[in-house]
C-alpha cells in the first residue's frame, strides 16, 4: 500500500514527528511550503504586525510552492501541521484545496504549544472531500506508534 506523509514545520517540530511517522508506515515524505518561506520574524506571534499575524487577521490565502503530482498512487495520506491560533495555518487550508481527497483514507496530525486539534479537525472535515479518517496531536514522540497500531497501521 502506498501512504504519504505530507506536513508544514516552518521551525522543524511537526518535521521530526512526520519523519518518525513516514520511518514506521515506510511511507513516502512531502514538505509542504509556502511559495514565500517563513522566516523567524514572519512567525514572531509577539509582534503584532508579523507576517503570521496578518495572514491570520486577513484571512489571507497562502499559497503553496508545490502540489503534489502523483498524488493519485497514494491511497492513504498523512497530513501533518503545527496548530496556529488554535486551528490549522492558512497553507493547509490551501494545500488541501490543491488536491482531490476522493476515495483517499486521510489522517491529521499536529504539534503545538499544547492546545488540541479539535478546531483544526473540525474546519478540515468540511474541506477534504471523503472525510478524516483520524487525528492525533503528537507532542510526544511516543504516542506514534500506539496510533497507528489503533489505526491498524
Ligand atoms: C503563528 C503561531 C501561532 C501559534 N498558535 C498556537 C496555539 O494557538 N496554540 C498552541 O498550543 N501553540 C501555538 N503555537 C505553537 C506551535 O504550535 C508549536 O510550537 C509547534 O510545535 C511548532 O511546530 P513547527 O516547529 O513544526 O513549526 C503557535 C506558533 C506560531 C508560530
Given at each position: 500500500?502506498?501512504?504519504l506523509?505530507?506536513?508544514?514545520?516552518?521551525?522543524?517540530?511537526?518535521a521530526q514527528?512526520?519523519?518518525?511517522?513516514?520511518d514506521?508506515?515506510k511511507?513516502d515524505?512531502f514538505?509542504?511550503?509556502?511559495?514565500?518561506?517563513?522566516?523567524?520574524?514572519?512567525?514572531?506571534?509577539?509582534?503584532p504586525?508579523?507576517?503570521?499575524n496578518?495572514?491570520?487577521?486577513?484571512?489571507?490565502?497562502?499559497?503553496?510552492?508545490?502540489?503534489?503530482?502523483?498524488i493519485?498512487?497514494?491511497?492513504?495520506?498523512?497530513?501533518?501541521f503545527?496548530?496556529?491560533?488554535y486551528?490549522?495555518?492558512?497553507i493547509i487550508d490551501?494545500?488541501?484545496?490543491?488536491?482531490n481527497?476522493?476515495?483517499k483514507?486521510?489522517?491529521?496530525?499536529?504539534?503545538?504549544?499544547g492546545?488540541?486539534?479539535?478546531?483544526a479537525?473540525?474546519?478540515?472535515?468540511?474541506?477534504?472531500?471523503?472525510?478524516?479518517g483520524?487525528?492525533?496531536?503528537?507532542?510526544r514522540?511516543s504516542?506514534?506508534?500506539?496510533?497507528?497500531?489503533?489505526?491498524?497501521l
Amino acid at each position: 500500500m502506498d501512504i504519504l506523509v505530507a506536513y508544514f514545520s516552518p521551525s522543524g517540530t511537526t518535521a521530526q514527528a512526520a519523519k518518525k511517522l513516514a520511518d514506521e508506515l515506510k511511507a513516502d515524505l512531502f514538505e509542504i511550503k509556502p511559495e514565500k518561506p517563513y522566516t523567524a520574524a514572519d512567525l514572531k506571534w509577539t509582534n503584532p504586525l508579523a507576517r503570521c499575524n496578518r495572514e491570520k487577521l486577513l484571512n489571507q490565502k497562502v499559497p503553496c510552492q508545490e502540489k503534489i503530482g502523483n498524488i493519485s498512487d497514494y491511497q492513504v495520506v498523512f497530513i501533518g501541521f503545527p496548530i496556529w491560533y488554535y486551528a490549522e495555518p492558512n497553507i493547509i487550508d490551501s494545500f488541501v484545496e490543491d488536491h482531490n481527497w476522493e476515495g483517499k483514507e486521510v489522517y491529521l496530525f499536529a504539534t503545538s504549544g499544547g492546545s488540541n486539534m479539535s478546531k483544526a479537525v473540525e474546519k478540515l472535515n468540511t474541506k477534504i472531500n471523503g472525510g478524516i479518517g483520524g487525528s492525533k496531536l503528537l507532542n510526544r514522540s511516543s504516542d506514534i506508534g500506539p496510533w497507528l497500531d489503533s489505526l491498524g497501521l
